[in-house]
């Protein structure tokens, strides 16, 4: 079992920069491929960014380079480092494990935190 604690969300200004945590608990974190999905009111929920357990890492190609996926396998963190913000940024952001590969939509993973809002403002 995975438990995800997502922070680090707010409002900023546009071109702007946030970065957001994810904190897993649980054994074997470092065997787990990590999303980052976000969803905007009435839209369905999409997958941003995603890191595998050996660190290869996929972009959506809205935020190729703008948003950078990390992770920090002793402290159980997965990072999302958003830079240039724009409002069209403005969701709520989830990340997400699943065991092994980086998987493309929201069904294929196991484990979900909570959110975290990001509101960019113009």
């Known amino acids: 079992q995975v438990q995800l604690v997502e922070s680090g969300g707010g409002l900023v200004q546009a071109g702007g920069s946030l970065r957001l945590s994810c904190v897993a608990s649980g054994r074997a974190f470092s065997n787990y491929a990590v999303g980052w999905f976000r969803q905007a009111p009435g839209k369905e929920r999409y997958l941003v960014a995603a890191?595998?357990?050996?660190?290869?890492?996929y972009y959506a190609d809205s935020v190729k380079g703008q948003f950078t996926i990390s992770r920090d396998n002793a402290k159980n963190t997965v990072y999302l480092q958003m830079n240039s913000l724009k409002e069209e940024d403005t969701a709520v952001y989830y990340c997400a494990a699943r065991w092994g590969y980086i998987a493309y939509s929201h069904p294929q993973y196991d484990y979900w935190g909570q959110g975290t809002q990001v509101t960019v403002s113009s």
């Open positions: 890191i595998s357990s050996a660190g290869y890492t």
